[in-house]
Structures are given as C-alpha cells and as structure tokens.
C-alpha cells in the first residue's frame, strides 16, 4: 500500500466524522443558518491566505521547477477560484464577499494555520506535503459524496459549492499524494511518523474548522484587536 493510501486509512475515522458533522450536513440539505455561512467565509477568507503563505514557503524549499510550478498553480487555483464556493455562500446569506474579509482568526482556525506554519517553517517538503494534503483531500471527499448522495440541481443553495469540490479537488490531491509517496521512499522512519502526525492533525483541524463554523466559536473573552 501506498504511504498516502496509509494515511488516508488512518484518517478514515476522521473524514467519516467530517461527512457526518451537522455543518456538511447543512450543505446536503440546503439549511445552514446565515449567520454561520457568514462565520465560515469570514474565517477560511484568512485561512487561504495562510495556506497560500505556506505555498510560498514550500516553493522557497523546492529544489526543482517542476515542484515549483505545483505550488505555484496551486495559488493561482485559490486566487482565482476558489473564489466561487465562497461566493456561492456569500449569495446565500445575502452579503458581499468584500464585507467578510479582514476578521481575526477564531480559536480554531488559529490553531489550524498555527500548526500548518509551524510545520512549514520546521519541516520537510515531505512534511508540507503532509500537513496540507488533508485540506483538498478531505473537501475532495465532501464534494464526491455529496454529488452522489444529494445529486443536486441547479436550484440546490449549494448546488455550485458541491460540484466545485466535488469536481475540481481531485488533481491536487492526487498530484500531492504522488509528490508525498515519492518522497516516503527515500524518508527516514523519524521523518515517517512525524508526516503521519502533521496529517493526522490536520484532519482533525479541518473537523474543528467546520465545528467551529457551525458553532460560532468565538474567544471566550471577546477580542478587541486583531489577533
Ligand atoms: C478549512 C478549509 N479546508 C479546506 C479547504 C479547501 N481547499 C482549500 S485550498 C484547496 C486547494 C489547495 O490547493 C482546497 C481544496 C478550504 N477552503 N478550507
């Protein structure tokens, strides 16, 4: 079995949690509150520009043009479209996406960008690889199950959100879990299990982010500035 295949078995509990969280249930069924569409958009806003960020550094450890040209395709897919499934939120809840921009990170979204950076800054491409894979993979699995399960229509609210991640997060993931299976033949058993880890938290963060979303964490006590 591939390494990504592995990781992607070890999640699997996670992602099953993920497919059944009330948020992604909400988009099934059409009937998410608007003020937690809001939340979500306010918050992933900023986490795509942390994961472009983290793009950046990936490529400042690239070693061929080949690599960096994944990474940079790879920003120019979040500048330029993922753009759609926000605004297909923005739509729903009635507000621009320009107003959404800006807010401070909620706790959750705080620690899944905290550890993503962290990980950047003190590991491997491996390790990078691993830490972002669960992003587009879990989304991958969101959108393909939801084709599936709810076949939605045109008229469905979330009709655009479902076939963008159902159709479109499927080249990322594979070209990541290539890249990520290449580069476990020649890691060390350290390098292994630290690659498992950084995954294996980043699924449970992606659960924590729609949580969070559908919850409206905020801090417990109230921010006054941007944190
Ligand atoms: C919390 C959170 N997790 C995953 C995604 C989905 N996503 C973000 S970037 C990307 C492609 C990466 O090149 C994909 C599929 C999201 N929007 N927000």
């Known amino acids: 079995m591939s390494f990504s295949q592995e990781l992607r078995q070890q999640g699997n509990y996670i992602f099953e949690a993920i497919y059944d969280h009330p948020f ?47 990474f940079n395709e790879q920003i120019q897919f979040i500048l330029h479209s993922e753009i759609h499934p926000h605004n297909n939120f923005c739509r729903m809840a009635g507000v621009s996406y320009e107003q959404l921009q800006g807010y401070p990170l909620s706790p959750s979204a705080h620690h899944y960008i905290r550890h993503m950076l962290t990980v950047a800054h003190e590991g491997s491409l491996g390790e990078i690889m691993a830490v972002l894979l669960p992003c587009p993979w879990t989304y991958l699995d969101i959108g393909q199950r939801l084709l599936d399960e709810v076949k939605p229509t045109e008229r469905h609210p979330f009709y655009e959100w479902i076939h963008f991640y159902g159709s479109h997060a499927d080249g990322v993931t594979s070209k990541f879990c290539n890249r990520l299976d290449e580069w476990a033949l020649k890691s060390t058993d350290e390098e292994l299990a630290r690659m498992r880890e950084h995954f294996m938290l980043s699924c449970q963060l992606e659960y924590m982010f729609w949580d969070m979303a559908y919850k409206l964490e905020e801090w417990p006590v109230p921010v006054t500035m941007n944190i």
């Open 24 to 70: 992604v249930r909400g988009i099934a069924e059409g009937n998410l509150k608007k003020e937690q569409l809001i939340h979500y958009v306010k918050q992933d806003f900023e986490y795509l520009n942390a994961y472009m960020r983290i793009y950046g550094i990936a490529i400042s450890k690239s070693s061929t043009r080949e690599e960096i040209e994944v």
